[in-house]
């Protein structure tokens, strides 16, 4: 009996503690991470497949909804309707990835010991890099927000009641951190220079802090106040100038490292299963065999599954003649594709055009009028055969998420804006691309060179804030527009920085977007494309060959002299200079009241 | 048989008359009505009025005294002339045993809220699993069926532990989310004293079946008992001489809803209802509609309904002719005739011996159970097999070993179908997409057409796609028991080990169809085609150490302590394996797939808990009962600073019937007992890790490099502070005996509080970046009560008595969130203050006469017809509750919900079982009816069986809305409604998306005019049984003899029927929890396996 009770006892009195200690079998606890550089690796890799920019991000980004792209509808945003409590982007989905990011650079420091200098610099890199891509992203939309570094802990009231920091201060950490990367991230080795092109490297941080200095540089040299307060620049961190030269200096190093050069092929750039190799910096792989594929080529070809994304005139206008000179808008569709830079017809479909078919044939691709509000369909993004464009999910085509060009372009706009630009870096820049172009370069300036009136004025007549543009300038930026129109938000990007939002609203006389020129001969024939024959009337309804003119009334297409001339698609848009920044949504202030709102979105 | 009696009655030789008077012990009144009989023989006589009686008897017999509410008295006759009998009040009932935790206490020391119910109860039930035959039979248990497929059970809560529920996630979106608040969690079920599956159980094994309902009695299990507990208790080894039974049945089946015969199946018919529907999408009063060019994806030329006109009026019958390059049909089939068999068969076999020899006694028993498939086509079946094996060996006096060994294996194959790799829709859902009348299955040629691929027909008749399921259950007890002072101090020791291994392989074969002559293309290709194979292991261990005290302390004072130790380890292991591209449809093993990858998961959960538990009662003079029990538990699911805690009770009894100034209700007033009584249970169901800051490894989607690559994400935020819900319940109850307890009558009226409920905190910044985490937050009150009122009696019918008993439960229960972080107070969400399932929505009207009427009413969004927004006649009428003259759901919030209105309640409310039970001379008669008293029902979105062509033009045509429904006269601009003093149901016929389609219709925005009310009332089950008399049976060597008959859902009584008669009210929830998403939008309320109703032939044999 009394063994009885001491086993008993015993049994009792056994250490429950380790019995209690349950742990997941496919699960590491936290605190046993970073231990090594394999662990630096997976985190990373995880920031790369969370963060990196996909084909949607790129081919159907923010350029879509700029002056030279029309749509069907555009976005609540430009109605004037929009207002804090339609506002969205502010959630933990927002905030999740900063966390991510501050967490690796909080606890990355426990594998310092084990991991050799230079790779744990390259390391840290890779996550100063990434803080400062997602900072740099909130800022573009809200201005004045938060630069995240450190895990903010539910219990750290202090931080997340916080007010917003200020744009200069955040955009001084976001330096510190591109300058940081592109100091230590490395330019070679397994896993960080590659044929996918996808790892954060030296060369993309550089490529990045070119684009980002560039973008802060001409913003704060456009803009005269913080769009977030409507107060003017404090300067406290860096200047205009100061942050120009940085876009030069590190446009310059990645061209002077001579790792990278235009491919020949323009087109292929887009539509190519394999990203090539010499131009793009970062970019991502879709494969057909992986099931890896999107659904891109469909956008751009269906009546229903999107907004009818089409190129305006203007930006037909934009591109040279094969001569370095303006081209005139008032020619007829069928013809003024001829003797243009190849860009046009590699990025707007052009007559004679062929596709390729899955049993070999090439047909030539007519033109659908139910695909496009302006006359004119975007290819720039589609893969020209049968089954990608059959439906949703069947593009395979690789994504360049940074190309050398958009470098070239950045050395050459922020050499300019410094007046440093001279006709060899003219040639290395510009001209480079003109002449893969197929475009005879002209520095202004030069013999031969044509000024470009009709660019003049739509730069600088009927805006709301006047600059004064060289012929360089007005050239750089028509051929950033040329190069790099929807890819992502750089067309965007590029009126938000030159304080030219309101080209959004103006397009054509502010009335809509513009098309193809019908003649008045074709008002009243047709023309001809590929064999087919495309007409406008009033009575018809909208099909295929045929344009409805309805009107002047929203979302309906007239003729800009009546019965024949520019098509038109009417389409009313609202510009205010408060659209600079987005409101911080309503649901997120109510949480914290201390976020207070930014300029102008207060009473709307 | 007669003959068999008369031999029978011959046998004996020297008669004797003997007679006496019958008295009533405590009262020495007479009794009248008491029977005497002859032990073991046949006849008997019935006391007088004044409970005198008089019967001839043998002189070496032993006759016996029964009389309902007195102890039956047995005397031998020695030759005596004169026997007078006493009746004592029959304590029978108040001295029943009752199982609770850790031990058995007497009835009349019981003062929590337990019920038991014996085995004898679940007999003659022809079901597959105990749990379907418990339902209704215990107030306060409810058990949740979801379908009727014999491997589900249902699931089984006490007093509305049923937290979560399905139901829109706004008023605007077609997403239906999964509602749960807190961990809920289900009834704990202890098989002979180890966590189990009731369903498992072979019925025949069970020998009671304990519900412990309140805290106080359920405290004792500490934290995994927040939801009470239902203790199994197998059937014992006797100790009486060797026996044998057999029991064996064999049922008829048939689904309780006849889809086929609802729906219209003729394709001419059904192609008019179509184009109605359709039609009705574009047109307005000054437009006609657009013609379709398809059903669903089966192309038809513009004029195709003129042309089927024409054939038919040419009396052409022929299926199949050509669109162009493409087969066009003119078929009339209906596919769940294609589908469904009729009826279907059950056949049981179980056997058990039973028995003792010197110091062991032993029982095994076992049971084989098979039913087969509902389906025509594709292989369905049904296979589970029990055995137990129970030996005790009585080492010592005061010292004996035990071993209970369960083995349990079920096997389920079910044809499936499925298109995309994973997800399986609901065979329902698939038919009515796809399953359009004029589609032929086959081609001329054999091939399979469109909708014989699409619907399932194709996966299903080529038998090569299949889910095959498998659990396998071993569980052993082994236990000593150790008495050292003769039934006043005993101790037990158990340990138990359970393995259960669940396997399921699913694979899908590629389908091939045919859309034109010669060309075969893929419904499913082979890239898609797949197996997947999922395995859930289960170690458990559990061990306990229980001490029971009972000291005999006099007549005036009963004590009953237990005290003890428990230890449960659980490990759960769950693997999945995936692999595309089966090359040999049949052969569906994974060397012979050509995926080049395979999809490998695991994880797992793990779980354990040690607690020290005591429990006294005690009982003075027979009539004040004290209570207390105390649980510590530690619980590896919380971190170590939070993982011990306190569980207490404490209740109360006073049998005020046994007070001396009641003596003289004595007779009348046979027992009357105030309970109360109060406890706190931890719900420690948290996941097993949710306190461990962890993080994984998964798989890139990202192509680094030409492949895939491993990536780490970041730990989520654990909560601070992690500890277990407190489960307070205060209960008191009555119980009441009366008429010589004939009539009894059991009430409890109990309160719950859930605090510190696991739920979401407050919000935080955004900024946070990171999803706010779970705490101990929040409160939920549950108030409820459980009435049971019983009679039982008996009386002569021709000289044979008749016994009866008539026993009803009606209980309640209803759940409101007391305390709750809700930054908005969205009606769609938990707020403060919400009851559970209450279900906002728009009052309504009626339907609008016409389009005048229509056009004056206020303007709302939800009569969306495309770009339109404007009603027309036979459009329903939403109401402008708040006056502002436009119909609207505000915000969406408490304080602004607009035109919104709490319109009903989807949780089942006043559940209620009737048992009535009748023997007469071997004859018995058993009823049992279940229902619901009040329970609303909103068709989800997807519920094809009940929106019909109002979904979908091409969905069913359902017989039920060819009549009631409005008819629009159309000849002006004002269409109005002809039949409008009719009072129409159904609206005019319109596009899916404008009423019950995806998108936002009148029909899909909740609202009362399509509120359905599913209470129910149900025929249960009848059974007529027969017993052989014991010396018939005797002649055939047995020692026992019983037939029955039994039906079981035979007849459903339900207001749901006067709008549709596609449910069964007793199964109207989501589709099949074995496929797809439970919340998922293809799966329509109802669409699932069908209940199957039964009839039941069976026979009982003892040897």
């Known amino acids: 009996m009394k063994k009885t009770i001491y086993v008993i006892a015993a049994i009792l009195a056994c250490s429950c503690s380790d019995f209690l200690e349950k742990t997941p079998a496919n699960k590491f606890s936290a605190d046993t991470f970073f231990a090594s550089e394999t662990d630096l690796r997976l985190y990373a890799n995880g920031l790369i497949n969370t963060a990196l920019p996909d084909a949607t991000d790129m081919a159907l980004g923010e350029d879509r909804f700029t002056d030279l792209c029309g749509t069907k509808a555009s976005k609540e945003f430009y109605w004037g309707t929009y207002s804090a409590a339609k506002a969205s982007n502010w959630t933990t989905s927002t905030w999740s990835f900063p966390r991510r990011v501050a967490y690796m650079i909080e606890n990355m420091p426990r594998c310092k010991e084990t991991v050799p200098e230079k790779t744990y610099n390259h390391y840290e890199g890779v996550a100063r890099f990434w803080r400062a891509w997602i900072t740099m992203k909130r800022m573009m939309v809200f201005g004045d927000c938060y630069f995240i570094d450190k895990v903010i802990q539910p219990s750290d009231t202090l931080t997340l009641y916080s007010k917003r920091q200020d744009r200069e201060y955040i955009f001084h950490r976001i330096r510190e951190d591109l300058e940081f990367a592109c100091e230590n991230c490395l330019a070679s080795g397994d896993g960080i220079f590659s044929d996918g092109r996808v790892y954060v490297n030296k060369y993309v941080a550089q490529a990045y802090a070119s684009r980002f200095f560039l973008y802060e540089g001409t913003y704060r040299k456009y803009h005269s106040v913080n769009p977030s307060t409507g107060k003017t620049w404090n300067g406290e961190y860096e200047s205009a100038t100061e942050l120009l030269t940085l876009a030069e200096k590190y446009a310059k190093d990645l061209v002077d490292a001579g790792v990278f050069s235009l491919n020949k092929d323009y087109r292929s750039l887009f539509v190519s299963a394999n990203l090539p190799k010499d131009e793009v910096i970062w970019g ?62 590699a990025s707007i479909l052009a007559p004679g055009q062929t596709m390729k078919k899955s049993d070999g044939s090439t047909p030539e691709i007519s033109l659908n009028w139910n695909w496009t509000t302006s006359g004119y369909e975007w290819i720039k993004w589609v893969q020209l055969e049968d089954v990608p464009m059959s439906g949703d999910s069947k593009s395979y085509n690789s994504v360049p998420i940074m190309r050398y060009a958009e470098v070239l372009l950045n050395y050459a706009e922020a050499a300019a804006e410094l007046g440093h ?154 510009w205010d200079d408060m659209m600079y920044t987005h409101p911080i949504p309503q649901a997120a202030l109510n949480v914290n009241p201390n976020l207070g709102q930014n300029e102008g979105w207060q009473w709307q | 048989m007669s003959l068999f009696l008369f031999m029978g009655t011959a046998a004996f030789a020297q008669k004797i008359q003997v007679s006496g008077t019958v008295k009533d012990a405590s009262t020495g009144e007479p009794v009248p009505g008491a029977a005497i009989m002859v032990k073991a023989g046949n006849g008997g006589v019935i006391s007088d009025t004044d409970g005198r009686y008089s019967i001839q008897v043998s002189s070496d017999a032993t006759i016996i005294c029964t009389c309902i509410g007195f102890s039956d008295i047995e005397q031998p006759v020695n030759g005596r002339a004169i026997i007078n009998f006493s009746l004592e009040i029959d304590a029978q009932m108040l001295e029943e045993t009752v199982v609770v935790g850790y031990g058995t206490l007497k009835k009349s020391q019981l003062v929590g809220s337990v019920e038991q119910i014996s085995g004898e109860a679940l007999e003659d039930r022809a079901n597959a699993n105990v749990s379907r035959t418990l339902q209704g039979q215990v107030p306060g248990l409810s058990i949740i069926q979801s379908d009727g497929k014999p491997t589900h059970g249902g699931s089984i809560y006490i007093r509305g532990g049923a937290t979560s529920y399905v139901m829109k996630k706004n008023l605007n979106s077609k997403d239906l989310a999964e509602y749960s608040i807190g961990q809920g969690g289900s009834a704990l079920v202890l098989i002979d004293g180890v ?175 098979t039913q087969d498939g509902i389906y025509k086509i594709g292989n ?89 399921s498998t659990t396998s259950t071993v569980i052993t007890t082994t236990g000593i028991n150790i008495e050292p002072i003769k039934d006043v101090l005993k101790f037990r020791g158990d340990v138990s080990y359970k393995f259960t291994s669940r396997v399921v392989e699913r694979y899908v074969a590629p389908t091939p169809q045919s859309l034109s002559p010669g060309i075969i293309t893929y419904y499913v290709s082979e890239a898609d085609s797949y197996k997947k194979e999922y395995r859930y292991d289960t170690n458990h261990l559990s061990a306990n150490l229980v001490g029971t005290f009972t000291p005999k302390l006099g007549p005036d004072h009963k004590l009953n302590v237990v005290a003890g130790w428990n230890l449960e380890d659980h490990k759960y292991d769950i693997e999945t394996i995936l692999r595309h591209g089966m090359l040999y449809p049949g052969l569906p093993s994974f060397e012979l797939f050509n995926g080049s990858e395979i999809e490998i998961k695991q994880y797992d959960s793990d779980w354990s808990t040690i607690g020290t538990f005591a429990r006294a009662n005690y009982t003075l003079l027979g009539r004040y009962i004290l209570e207390g029990s105390l649980r510590y538990d530690m619980n590896s699911r919380f971190p170590s600073n939070q993982r011990g805690g306190w569980f207490p009770s404490a209740s109360a009894g006073w049998r005020i019937s046994e007070e001396p100034w009641m003596k003289g209700t004595r007779g009348v007033i046979d027992n009357l007992k105030l309970r109360g009584n109060w406890g706190s249970l931890g719900n420690g169901g948290v996941s097993p890790y949710s306190f461990l800051e962890t993080m994984g490894l998964a798989q890139s989607s990202v192509i680094f490099d030409g492949g895939y690559a491993s990536v780490a994400g970041m730990p989520s935020i654990v909560p601070d502070s992690l500890t277990w819900e407190k489960i307070r319940t205060m209960d008191i109850g009555l119980d009441l005996d009366i008429l010589k307890s004939r009539l009894s009558f059991s009430g409890d009226y109990y309160v719950r509080f859930t605090d510190e409920m696991y739920s979401t905190g407050p919000e935080l910044p955004a900024i946070l970046g990171a999803s706010t985490p779970k705490g101990n937050y929040g409160q939920l009150t549950t108030k409820g009560w459980e009435a049971t009122l019983s009679w039982r009696d008996s009386f002569k019918v021709a000289g044979k008595d008749l016994t009866y008993s008539i026993k009803g439960s009606l209980w309640d229960s209803r759940t409101w969130v007391t305390e709750f972080y809700s930054e908005t107070n969205n009606i769609f969400d938990y707020y403060e203050g919400k009851e559970l399932g209450e279900l906002w929505g728009f009052r309504t009207d009626g339907l609008f006469t016409s389009n005048e009427e229509a056009a004056a009413w206020f303007p709302d969004r939800y009569h969306n017809l495309l770009t339109s927004t404007v009603p027309y006649a036979g459009d329903i009428r939403f109401l402008d509750l708040d006056d502002n003259k436009e119909i609207t ?174 449910f069964d009210p007793e199964v109207i929830t989501k589709g099949d929890s074995d496929f797809g998403s439970g919340t998922s939008t293809t799966m329509g309320d109802g669409a699932s396996y069908p209940m199957l109703k039964s009839y039941t032939i069976g026979i009982n044999l003892t040897f």
Request: some cysteine; hydrophobic content about 30%.
């Open chain 2, 195 to 369: 966590e189990g599956d009731i369903s498992s159980v072979n019925p025949d094994d069970v020998e009671s079946i304990s519900v412990l309902k309140d805290a106080s009695s359920s405290a004792i299990y500490g934290s995994r008992a927040a939801y009470g507990v239902i203790l199994v208790t197998t059937k014992k080894a006797s100790s009486e001489k060797v026996t044998l039974t057999y029991n064996g049945s064999f049922s008829i089946n048939q689904r309780t809803v006849m889809w086929e015969d609802h729906i219209i199946s003729d394709g001419l018919e059904f192609t008019r209802n179509f184009y109605d529907f359709y039609l009705g999408k574009t047109e307005t009063p000054t437009a006609a509609g657009a013609l379709p060019d398809k059903m669903n994806t089966y192309k038809i030329p513009d004029n195709y309904l003129e042309l089927f006109e024409a054939r038919r009026a040419a009396g052409n019958t022929d299926v199949y002719d050509m669109n162009g390059n493409d087969y066009l049909y003119f078929g009339s089939v209906n596919y769940f005739e294609l589908f469904y068999k009729r009826r279907n068969t059950t056949r049981s076999h179980s056997m058990s011996v039973n028995g003792s020899s010197g110091k062991m006694s032993y029982s095994l028993s076992g049971r084989y159970y």
């Open chain 2, 380 to 468: 369905e079946d049904y296979n589970q097999y029990n055995l137990r094996s129970k030996v005790t060996l009585k080492l010592r006096d005061w010292m004996s070993i035990d071993n209970n060994t369960y083995l349990y294996r079920v096997n389920y194959i079910q044809p499936i179908f499925s298109k995309n790799s994973d997800k399986v829709g609901s065979q329902v859902q698939q038919i009515a997409v796809i399953g359009l009348p004029v589609l032929p299955v086959t081609n001329e040629d054999g091939t399979y057409t469109l909708g014989g691929a699409a619907s399932g027909y194709a996966a299903f008749n080529d038998g090569n796609s299949s889910q095959d």
């Open chain 2, 889 to 1062: 759901a505000g915000a969406g919030t408490l304080e602004d919900h607009g035109d919104l209105d709490i319109i009903g309640n989807i949780m089942p409310r006043y559940q209620y079982g009737i048992n009535f039970d009748m023997k007469w001379n071997g004859i018995g008669l058993s009823v049992f009816l279940q229902g619901i008293g009040h329970r609303d029902w909103y068709p989800s979105e997807g519920t094809s069986l009940f929106w019909g062509g109002y979904e979908r033009a091409y969905n069913f045509a359902l017989k039920c809305q060819q009549t009631d429904r409005a008819i629009l006269d159309k000849s002006t601009e004002n269409w109005v409604v002809t039949n409008a003093s009719e009072n129409p149901y159904w609206p005019r016929r319109l596009y899916g998306p404008a009423m019950a389609g995806s998108g936002v219709g009148t029909m899909n925005t909740y609202n009362d005019y399509f509120l359905q009310n599913a209470a129910y009332l149900r025929l249960k089950n009848l059974t007529v049984d027969y017993t052989l008399p014991s010396n018939v049976s005797k002649k055939l060597g047995l020692e026992k003899m019983r037939v029955y008959l039994s039906g079981e859902n035979l007849l459903t009584f339900s207001p749901i029927y006067e709008h549709t008669d596609m």
């Open chain 1, 421 to 574: 630009m001279d006709t060899s870096l003219w040639e290395t820049t510009v001209g480079a691309l003109r002449k893969r172009a197929g475009v005879t370069s002209r520095y202004p300036g030069t013999a031969g060179y044509v000024a470009d009136t009709w660019l003049r004025n739509y730069y600088t007549q009927d805006v709301l804030h006047t600059s004064t543009l060289s012929d360089i300038q007005l050239e750089i930026r028509r051929e950033r527009a040329t190069e790099l129109m929807l890819e992502g938000q750089s067309r965007y990007d590029d009126l938000m920085r030159w304080n030219l939002g309101d080209l959004i609203e103006r397009r054509y006389n502010h009335q809509g977007w513009r098309g193809i020129y019908i003649t008045p001969e074709e008002a009243t024939n047709g023309f001809l494309w590929n064999g087919k024959k495309y007409t406008v009337s009033k009575t018809k309804g909208t099909s295929e060959t045929n344009y409805k003119i309805t009107g002047t009334s929203n979302n309906a297409w007239s003729l800009s002299e009546g019965t024949y001339g520019y098509l038109i698609y009417n389409y009313k848009l609202v």
């Open chain 1, 284 to 345: 991502r792989t879709y494969s057909e065999e992986l099931g890896e594929k999107h659904g891109v080529t469909f956008k751009y070809c269906s009546a229903t599954s999107s907004l009818l994304y089409s190129p305006t005139k203007e930006y037909v206008m934009m591109f040279l003649k094969t001569d370095g000179t303006p081209a005139d808008g008032a020619v007829s569709v069928t013809t003024e594709f001829t003797g243009r830079d190849k860009r046009l017809s």
